[in-house]
């Protein structure tokens, strides 16, 4: 079992930056990658970034690319979030997950989740 703790959401002026921590516990090494998602009121959980636990591979959500910048620390046990030119429509609880699916890009396909942390990006 992962556990995953995350920290860093905030409000923030539009244009503003916001950098998400999450410290990962417990069996880290069957991890094979770290997410990023976010869920909007009335809407499904999207994943917008992520990155293998070597931090040699990254995608990210169309909308997010540019902006957005994942990142791995494993000396920490630690992913990140850079989150840059932060637009209103990036308002979203976003939680931080982990798989260990080579392939795992939708939300079924992670296992362990964050509690979440909100992100408010006022206009």
């Known amino acids: 079992q992962v556990q995953l703790v995350e920290s860093g959401g905030g409000l923030v002026q539009a244009g503003g930056s916001l950098r998400l921590s999450c410290a990962a516990s417990g069996r880290t090494s069957s991890v094979y990658a770290m997410g990023w998602f976010r869920q909007a009121p009335g809407k499904e959980r999207e994943l917008m970034a992520r990155?293998?636990?070597?931090?040699?591979?990254?995608y990210y959500e169309d909308s997010v690319k540019g902006r957005f910048t994942i990142s791995m620390d494993n000396a920490k046990n630690t992913v990140y979030l850079q989150m840059n030119r932060l637009k209103p429509e990036d308002t979203a609880v976003y939680y931080c997950?982990?798989?260990?699916?080579?392939?795992?890009?939708?939300?079924?396909?992670?296992?362990?989740w964050g509690q979440g942390t909100q992100v408010t990006v006022s206009s």
């Open positions: 990155v293998r636990r070597s931090g040699a591979y990254t």
């Open positions: 997950a982990a798989t260990r699916m080579l392939n795992g890009y939708s939300a079924a396909d992670f296992g362990s």
